[in-house]
């Protein structure tokens, strides 16, 4: 089977989710699929850091950022904390910085855009829990599949 989203999607049709297309490839791995880990926070990384600190496992971190535009919630030190961890990719429904240096890592990275400001440090934020943005209901557990087409969201992992 192939795990192209298009495919994906021709195979499975509407059991899968469909991300809205707002997102923007910023990482070296441009196709990568994992297990969700979500977290939901606004403006504040430090869940966002103390997450990627533990085993990625092949994992994907899931960030609703509430699609803020005004900070960047990973930059090219988490990004690189996640890949070392083994972390597949970091969907962030909002902005990430360092786009030059984490186009070369080898870590998925999709977000809305960049922005240089680095983002507040206040322990704010809620980890699995279920999000809502871009025409998604994402729940921790569930298994994503992303590609230069998109990212799709299946129940669980399809074989």
Same mark, same amino acid.
């Given at each position: ?5 298009a495919d994906?999607y ?5 059991t899968?989710?469909i991300?809205?297309?707002l ?11 994992g297990a ?10 430090s869940?966002?850091?103390?997450t990627?600190?533990? $085993?990625?496992?092949g +994992?994907?971190? #899931?960030?609703? *950022?509430? &699609?803020?535009?005004?900070?960047? /919630? ?15 990719g970091?969907?962030?429904y909002?902005?990430?910085r ?7 890592m ?6 809305? $855009?960049?922005?240089p +400001?680095?983002? #507040?440090k206040? *322990?704010? &934020?809620?980890?699995?829990?279920? /999000?809502?943005f871009?025409e998604l209901?994402?729940?921790?557990g ?13 129940k669980?992992?399809?074989?």
């Amino acid at each position: 089977m192939s795990l192209a989203t298009a495919d994906l999607y021709d195979q499975h049709g509407e059991t899968l989710q469909i991300a809205a297309p707002l997102f923007r490839d910023y990482g070296g791995d441009v196709v990568f699929e994992g297990a969700v880990v979500t977290l939901k926070v606004f403006e504040d990384n430090s869940l966002v850091r103390s997450t990627l600190e533990e $085993a990625g496992d092949g +994992r994907v971190l #899931v960030v609703d *950022g509430g &699609g803020s535009l005004r900070c960047a /919630l990973v930059g090219d030190m988490l990004a690189e904390l996640g890949r070392k961890n083994g972390w597949a990719g970091i969907v962030v429904y909002g902005c990430v910085r360092d786009a030059e240096t984490m186009a070369n890592m080898s870590i998925g990275i999709k977000a809305l $855009a960049t922005n240089p +400001r680095k983002s #507040v440090k206040k *322990g704010e &934020g809620a980890r699995d829990v279920t /999000l809502r943005f871009a025409e998604l209901v994402v729940e921790p557990g569930q298994y994503l599949y992303a590609d230069r087409d998109g990212i799709v969201i299946a129940k669980h992992k399809l074989t």
